[in-house]
């Protein structure tokens, strides 16, 4: 978006009032994150909220924001740890705590990962994403339980039954841990 700045100026030729009069308009930079986020220019995006944190290093959007960024630019162990310390300092943030969930999950720390979206649950008993990654997690969870009850020689056919009925579960949930 251009905004064009109107005024006069006696005495300026038109090539040096255009340079003075259009001036590229520039939001704020919650919102130029957001910009460059729905243009997928994830480095530009990280550009902005690293120079803001600068300035104000406890923004908690804009740490989130940083923590997703950093995911998509595959730096998922700076993630992790932003997402870790936002959860410390604001545990009532049920993204953070989903997110860190997912994160957990997918470095196999299942028992942990539960935790994380059962207390997003706790701050938004609403968050469909975090109640679906929950139930994936269960799932996981069902599924070892079922390969210890086996190992420890339990039912073996029954069991074998169950871990059989839960394998197209288990194809359409998170990763496997």
């Known amino acids: ?27 704020t930079p919650h919102e130029e994150v957001q910009k460059s986020m729905m243009r997928r220019d994830w480095n530009n995006a990280l550009l902005i909220t690293e120079e803001y944190l600068q300035e104000q290093p406890r923004d908690p959007q804009m740490r989130f924001w940083r923590a997703r960024l950093l995911e998509q630019l595959n730096r998922t ?7 870790l310390d936002l959860s410390r ?3 009532e943030l049920p993204e953070v705590q989903n997110n860190l969930g997912v994160m957990l999950a997918a470095k196999g720390r299942i028992d942990e990962a539960r935790q994380a979206f059962e207390y997003a649950l706790r701050n938004n008993p609403d968050y469909a ?7 994936d997690i269960l799932v996981h969870l069902a599924q070892r339980s079922y390969d210890n009850a086996i190992r420890l020689g339990g039912a073996v056919k029954s069991l074998k039954q169950k871990t059989t009925a839960l394998q197209p579960a288990l194809q359409l949930t998170l990763t496997p841990p």
């Open 1 to 27: 978006m251009v905004l064009l700045w109107a005024f006069v100026t006696i005495g300026v030729t038109s090539a040096q009032a255009q340079t003075v009069t259009q001036q590229t308009y520039k939001g």
């Open 77 to 83: 162990d700076e993630a992790f740890e932003t997402y």
């Open 89 to 91: 300092e604001y545990p």
């Open 129 to 135: 994403t975090a109640h679906e990654n929950l139930g």
